[in-house]
């Protein structure tokens, strides 16, 4: 036997937001059917299991592949199937179900092994003028800058439940505090959490899109656990995301800090509802979020 030189790390095992970018540039297929196929990665993962953002944020790119130039994503609809395997590829079939004049449809299902995981509608328009409204930004939230990392709070976790948090592409500042080992303060179903990648991301507003997507399912389910006092490392705890919409509202940059604002309405019979509103740093409402969740709290 001969000794062997350990292999280099390349920009992928050290970037996570380069690791993101890889993940989200999807090959064309060469296989043909009524459909346009698409194939990709995922990140990989300390517990083997597909981060449903990715899988939605790669449904978006392989959708607006399909879509004409100048038409932008302003909404979508998305189901939960299965759990995704991360060391496995992902397939995904768009069925271009209408063109018109100034909106475009696409349903986008993502297969592994044969087996959908996850399904999605989404809509594309033309930018057209029109009246213009928000709600406001919420005043007086710390800035990011003001509150600690993520690392700060992750003193007695296991180490491959914090390589789950620190080698994501996002940094994620809570508002008040995270809920990884314990729920401090009142148990109140609202909360806000700052996000921003690690790193500068293309300019490529389709990227910022799709990354916003991304972003959108890292901490929503939050504002349920919130509430009843619930944090992430409770034993026996059991969450899985159901269902996920989203509308874009505004060009955003998600290389920027943005404020996501959630709160939770209902919670009941396993299940639970969570909406967002993601904020610009000025103030602009760059999209809304909605998701429910399953949620099995043990007595």
Known sequence: MTDTAEPAETALDTDPVAALLSVLDLADSTARTTEDIFTGVSQPMPLGRVYGGQVLAQS?????????????VHSMHGYFLRP????KGITFAVDRIHDGRSFATRRTQAYQEGVPIFSMISSFQDADPGVEHQEPMPEGVPLPDELPDAEDHLTGLHPMTKRLFLDRPVDVRHVPSPIYLTVEGERVPRQAVWV?????????????RAALAYVSDLTIQESILRAHGVAWATPGLKVASLDHAMWWHRPGRVDDWLLYVQESPSARGGRGLATGRIYARDGALIASVAQE??????D
Do not use: K, Y
Request: proline share 11%; glycine share 6%.
């Open 60 to 72: 978006i790119v392989a959708a607006q592949r399909t879509i004409p130039e100048g038409r932008i």
């Open 84 to 87: 995704g395997d991360s060391s």
């Open 196 to 208: 921003r990648s690690r790193s500068a991301l293309p300019d490529d507003p389709a990227i910022h």
């Open 293 to 298: 969740i399953m949620v099995r709290v043990p």
